[in-house]
């Protein structure tokens, strides 16, 4: 019989990576952030929030292309990084405009990417990037939709679950929308404002609705500031405080109610943090054993 994992066992599985991952920024003098729940749980929790199995990572658009560069060269010669596989966004295996650093050796597996047997089902750390955005509201709208447009895609190629009959009609157009034509035109205009400074940053590749993908710049501050996460320091944005408060509003160091929490998504529906989850694919590599 498999064994169950608590949650505080797979934080700190989770928290064994993002340690990996700051050295790695350390010595390479990449800059990274915290970001959304992770932020949040720093500030409120000093830790993880305690019913979320995810850590989220912010990098700006040079720290991040920086980043990939680096720990693709330099992970397969040192050994401290050598149990990591980097799976690179806008990938045949993973479609998704972010990035993950993927745990060798463990399974994690979601109900929404079950049906894509092609990524790396690990104990993973997400990495997404901050884009530049225009201050006018039209222009960051289409910046938005043309992000939105790429995550539905990617979604749709991950054959991703949905029981909404809208939903997985959305799905299915965006496979004619975004094409190998058009693709490169949506990447194009996502990307339109770097090396510009712009006096807002956006997210558009997770959940949030276009009001809550930009803030400002300002935000980040001149430096990453350390803050208490479990039993390390990790980097948030200089004045995290006035983030926290754009995206979660001005009750965001309240606990939320227990219907909240239990409304609150749950990325490792099925957990291994000692077998590699190839070991739980079918020969037919189309279905699950545990299943």
Known sequence: MKKEYTMKEIQDCILSIVKDIDVFCRENDIEYYLMGGSALGAM????????DDDLDIFMTVPNYRKFLKLFEEKAGQDERFKKYFLQKENTKEWPLFLSRVCLNGTTMVSD????NFRQHHTVFVDIMCLYSSPDSGVQRWFQYVAALMLRINALALCNFPNKSRFKRIALSLSKIVVNPLTKPLFIKHVNRFEGKETKLVGHFFGRAR??????????LGNSPRYVTFEDTMLPVFENVEDYLL??????????PSQEVKDQYPIHGNFVDLEKDYTEYIGEDKKSWIYE
Do not use: L, Q
């Open 112 to 115: 929404e990417f079950k049906n």
């Open 210 to 219: 276009f009001r809550r993908t930009s803030f400002e710049r300002k935000y």
């Open 44 to 51: 409120r929790h000093k830790g993880f929030i305690p019913w």
């Open 246 to 255: 754009a995206r979660f509003g001005d009750k965001w160091m309240e606990m």
